[in-house]
């Protein structure tokens, strides 16, 4: 079996050997293909991620390439984790947005946008040259915004499903702090890409999500960052990523006075390549927690598993909503379990959502399906409009004052801005 990874040069690279080394059982990876345009950094990461393969034992081989056309030929998967433009573009997702009184951050608001107008057209390149060098294999996207650049895999009939780490996140918190193996915690997580809540968590058919609350409420408020009085009223437990939405004045002061998240991975990532370049490092280090992206190998491992072994398990996974939520369209791309085989991703039934997720829910999935017109067709017009209809702008004369600074920013990865 032979898994690509492009944006192989990522530091969460060695996050993810580790994983292939200690799962697999699951995922019996033969080779292991790191694909990336930054030769040095890639060598110096593909150089650990063999290391780490031989101190776990495993037989498979780490390979490095900077050509993806010969590396994905033979592939069953391709697992997609880029950054186009680096931290610096993200460093200006962060802050721009942030001059008009909107959050800064680069997967939601103006900031997400931006991301998607750079992201989307390189993946969708890049899954073309997939489906010529190998038909059948799965894309597996774990690049940011995962909904928006999922949803154009698939309306350009690519074998597409998107992967996010928070559900195994809180599996991995839930069971930690119940005391029970986190592949025993079921969630009831539903909602889009970066908007999720967990309206229940079943521990051997028994929903424990009011002890949670009761027990583990001030945990679940510093991961949150959300009071838990908040959770205990609607009864379920958001994505931190919801309080950008319930607090969205807070979330902008507070980021008006502190370094962006982009200047912090940035010094992060320094430090990391340090490391990495340490011979006699062969494991992954602690540092590595603080990047973000915890438990990503083994939501890639175990979702990819599925995909390449025909399990039928289940798994929260970025997919099609083909009426699974009945307010949204066929073609909207929502994030909720579903049973993976070598078929794919089938979302699994979801019981009625109440008025306080739902509104939310097609109001940021109707953004999703403008933006995703904009990446793809470009246009500043296009821009505006997909801004106008986000819940976190709304408002005319601010979206065409982001549109322009947005396109602005980002001319040099957007071709038809400079037509």
């Known amino acids: 079996m032979k898994i690509v ?39 110096l990461i593909g150089a650990l991620s063999r290391r780490i393969f031989a101190r776990q034992g495993h037989p498979g081989r780490v390979t490095t390439s900077s050509d993806l056309d010969a590396a994905a030929e033979g592939a069953s998967a391709v697992l997609v984790q880029l950054r186009i433009g680096g931290q610096q573009a993200r460093l200006g997702d962060e802050t721009f947005p942030l001059d008009c009184g909107c959050v800064g951050q680069e997967t939601t608001g103006a900031g997400g946008l931006a991301k998607a107008l750079r992201t989307v057209p ?17 894309i597996v996207d774990f690049t940011n915004p995962v909904g928006i650049v999922t949803r154009t895999l698939l309306d350009a009939g690519h074998r597409a499903v998107g992967l996010c780490n928070v559900a195994k996140g ?15 915690v079921e969630l009831d997580h539903v909602g889009l890409n970066h908007l999720t809540w967990e309206r229940g968590v079943r521990v051997g058919g028994v929903d424990v999500l009011p002890r949670l609350l009761d027990e583990h409420g001030e945990g679940l408020a510093a991961r949150c960052r959300l009071p838990v009085e908040v959770m205990r009223q609607m009864g379920a437990i958001p994505s931190y ?16 006075t502190k370094p962006s998240r982009a200047q912090e991975v940035g010094d992060l990532e320094r430090r990391l390549l340090d490391l990495y370049a340490d011979p006699t490092l062969d494991t992954k280090p ?61 979302p699994l039934p979801v019981a009625p959502l109440e008025p306080r997720y739902a509104g939310l829910i097609a109001h940021v999935a109707a953004y999703e399906e403008l933006a995703a ?14 801004l106008l209809a986000h819940p976190l702008v709304g408002q005319y004369d601010l979206a065409r004052r ?15 801005s400079r037509r």
């Open 5 to 43: 990874v492009v944006g192989g040069g990522s530091t969460y690279t060695p996050e993810l050997a580790d994983g292939f080394a200690r799962l697999r059982d699951l995922l019996p990876v033969e080779e292991l293909v790191l694909v990336d345009p930054a030769a040095e950094r890639l060598e």
């Open 122 to 138: 390189v993946v969708l390149d890049i899954a073309e040259r997939v489906r010529r060098a190998s038909p059948d294999a799965w």
């Open 286 to 346: 602690a540092l590595l927690e603080q990047r973000g992206g915890a438990f990503y190998s083994e939501a890639a491992i175990s979702l990819l598993g599925g995909l390449l072994g025909d399990s039928g398990a289940r798994h929260v996974a970025n997919v099609w909503n083909a009426g699974t939520l009945p307010f949204l369209p066929d073609d909207a791309v929502i994030e909720v379990p579903a049973t993976v085989g070598t078929g794919g991703a089938v």
């Open 373 to 386: 017109e904009a990446a793809v067709k470009g246009g500043l017009q296009r821009v505006e409009q997909a």
């Open 241 to 256: 990523y919801l309080r950008y939405f319930y607090g969205h004045d807070a979330e902008v002061a507070e980021q008006r």
């Open 402 to 416: 982001l549109a322009a600074e947005l396109v602005s920013i980002n001319a040099d990865h957007l071709p038809w």
């Open 170 to 184: 809180f599996q991995h918190s839930f069971g930690e702090w119940l005391g029970v193996d986190p592949g025993t």
